[in-house]
């Protein structure tokens, strides 16, 4: 499958049936996973707020791990390393756990694993991933669903702006600045990374409020600010302080600041409509820098020497 075809189909990824049962008395949520797919729990953690969330993206668990803790595992191909470690831990401290996975040892590891399809990028999989926590969350419904669907087809069918963005950033050879939100920080880290995976470039992000607190100062004043490209990533529920402090850092760090805003009347739709316009600029970077977006060589190169023992 080609990876626009990839991109195009999170909208079909959005109406998966799939959904891990949460209806249990627990006490918190652990949601272990890497890179692609570790992106889920980020995406799951900034949309559910009903109990304490943590995020593992190593290979232990935190002490308060136990019998109250409901820990789920997330990995595409099922093998990843740091997931399955973090898993055997949390089954060993008698932690109810679930998975979501393509396929591999996690779903050999997991009773009534959710099974999403395969054969896809994992970052591309990012609806499959995170659809089963949030509908069995409660977080998403088939209404939701819907109208996140309906969204996400309207930005395939015209990309010209984002393709704009790509060229602006492929002309000027710039590092993308992404400044999110705090109702926005999954996303602006999944911009991030989808720069790094896709479009093999470095980039920056950050997030409002927080960073005025240290960013600003650097925003002013650091050299070689005409080699930076500055989003800002918000949604119809950013709080007004919030969008003030945007406008005002903007304008007393004199940044030309590309704002880009979610769509949608729900908090899912905007989060998911922010993600599919970041992932089509950075597909775009990537085309016209001649880089296959699919390609993680050095990733897996990397994999390798781990198994072999090298160093």
């Not at 232990?60 to 803790?69: A, N």
């Not at 004043?221 to 969008?243: A, D, H, L």
Request: negative net charge; aromatic residues 10%; charged residues 25%.
């Amino acid at each position: 499958m080609d990876y626009a075809e990839e991109i195009i189909s999170l909208s079909r990824q959005i109406e998966f049936e799939g959904s891990i049962d949460f209806d249990w008395d627990f006490r918190d949520v652990v949601v272990a996973g890497m890179g692609g797919s570790g992106i889920a729990g980020r995406i799951f953690s900034q949309l559910y707020s009903k109990r304490p969330v943590t995020l593992i993206d190593s290979y232990d668990i935190p002490d308060f791990v136990g019998p109250s803790t409901f820990f789920i595992a997330i990995s595409y191909s099922g093998n990843t390393e740091e997931t399955i470690s973090s898993l055997q831990k949390a089954m060993e401290r008698g932690a109810r756990v679930a998975a979501v996975s393509s396929g591999g040892k996690l779903i050999e590891m997991v009773k009534d694993a959710v099974v999403i399809p395969s054969g896809l990028q994992p970052r591309s999989a990012v609806g499959y991933l995170t659809v089963p926590l949030l509908r069995g969350a409660g977080v998403l419904n088939d209404d939701i669903a819907a109208e996140t669907r309906d969204e996400l087809i309207k930005i395939d069918r015209d990309t010209s702006n984002l393709e704009s963005e790509a060229a602006e950033l492929f002309k000027g050879m710039k590092i993308p600045v992404i400044l999110g939100t705090k109702d926005t920080e999954a996303v602006s880290y999944r911009w991030k990374t989808q720069f790094n995976e896709n479009s093999k470039i470095l980039a920056y992000s950050s997030n409002f409020p927080e960073l005025n607190h240290n960013d600003t100062m650097a925003l002013r004043f650091t050299y070689r600010k005409e080699e930076f490209q500055f989003f800002s990533i918000t949604t119809r529920f950013t709080p007004q302080p919030v969008m003030r402090r945007i406008d005002i850092t903007a304008r007393i760090c004199n940044l030309n600041l590309h704002r880009v805003v979610g769509e949608g009347m729900s908090y899912v739709s905007n989060i998911f409509t922010l993600i599919h316009k970041g992932d089509y600029i950075s597909y775009f970077l990537a085309r016209m820098r001649g880089i296959d977006p699919r390609d993680v060589g050095i990733i897996e190169e990397l994999k390798k020497n781990l198994r072999e023992g090298r160093t």
